[in-house]
């Protein structure tokens, strides 16, 4: 019997969505999913969290919040565990902020799941110390992410990347006639 590496995934949801529709590309999360924990490569999933910005609760956001609460239910639906973190309004904007609860999660959740490998699903340079840390404890760290928008700082912290083009080239295109919805300053597609 093959001993399989157990595998954490850890996305920035924001982050991939902003990265899919730079491909014009909407995002599937079970493509993401089975390509980073595919058990022919000898992975096991033991968990995948997406963490997603929510808009605040106020009126000139209530499409956009419904288009994110729809996605969210989806995805828990589908079995991912998803976080989500309430927006705060600026200006005709929000700005949310999940990188501290991602990067506090992916520690915690490390120590008491004991992964062999954590992915992490973003190219957010802010979370080079996080694969610093979690190489420390003697975790494989890979950064799964597509060039444009993988940070340097990420990069190099980390074991490998895995270079999200190939999966994003087997996702569906945008519907470039829908409206779509704002995250903070980027468009985001519908599930």
Same mark, same amino acid.
């Given at each position: 019997?093959?001993?399989?590496?157990?595998?954490?995934?850890?996305?920035?949801?924001?982050?991939?969505?902003?990265?899919?529709?730079?491909?014009?590309?909407? =995002?599937? $999360?079970?493509?993401?999913?089975?390509? %980073?924990?595919?058990? @022919? *490569? !000898?992975?096991?999933?033991?968990?995948?969290?997406?963490?997603?910005?929510?808009?605040?609760?106020?009126?000139?956001?209530?499409?956009?919040?419904?288009?994110?609460?729809?996605? =969210?239910? $989806?995805?828990?639906?589908?079995?991912? %565990?998803?976080?989500? @973190? *309430? !927006?705060?309004?600026?200006?005709?904007?929000?700005?949310?902020?999940?990188?501290?609860?991602?990067?506090?999660?992916?520690?915690?959740?490390?120590?008491?799941?004991?992964?062999? =490998?954590?992915?992490?699903?973003?190219?957010?340079?802010?979370?080079?110390?996080?694969?610093?840390?979690?190489?420390?404890?003697?975790?494989?760290?890979?950064?799964?992410?597509?060039?444009?928008?993988?940070?340097?700082?990420?990069?190099?912290?980390?074991?490998?990347?895995?270079?999200?083009?190939?999966?994003?080239?087997?996702?569906?295109?945008?519907?470039?006639?829908?409206?779509?919805?704002?995250?903070?300053?980027?468009?985001?597609?519908?599930?």
């Amino acid at each position: 019997m093959v001993n399989l590496h157990r595998v954490m995934v850890i996305a920035d949801g924001d982050n991939a969505f902003m990265a899919a529709q730079n491909f014009n590309r909407k =995002i599937n $999360w079970h493509k993401v999913r089975d390509y %980073l924990a595919d058990p @022919k *490569e !000898g992975r096991e999933l033991i968990e995948m969290v997406i963490y997603l910005g929510l808009p605040p609760a106020r009126e000139r956001f209530e499409e956009q919040r419904k288009s994110k609460e729809k996605f =969210i239910y $989806w995805a828990r639906s589908n079995g991912f %565990l998803v976080v989500a @973190k *309430e !927006g705060k309004a600026k200006g005709d904007d929000y700005e949310n902020n999940v990188d501290v609860v991602m990067a506090i999660d992916a520690m915690e959740l490390s120590l008491e799941l004991k992964p062999d =490998i954590v992915v992490l699903v973003t190219g957010d340079s802010d979370f080079a110390y996080l694969a610093e840390k979690l190489r420390r404890r003697g975790i494989r760290v890979e950064v799964a992410s597509v060039e444009q928008s993988l940070g340097s700082d990420l990069k190099n912290s980390a074991n490998s990347v895995v270079d999200l083009t190939e999966v994003f080239d087997k996702f569906d295109q945008h519907d470039t006639s829908q409206n779509y919805h704002r995250i903070g300053s980027s468009n985001v597609f519908d599930i």
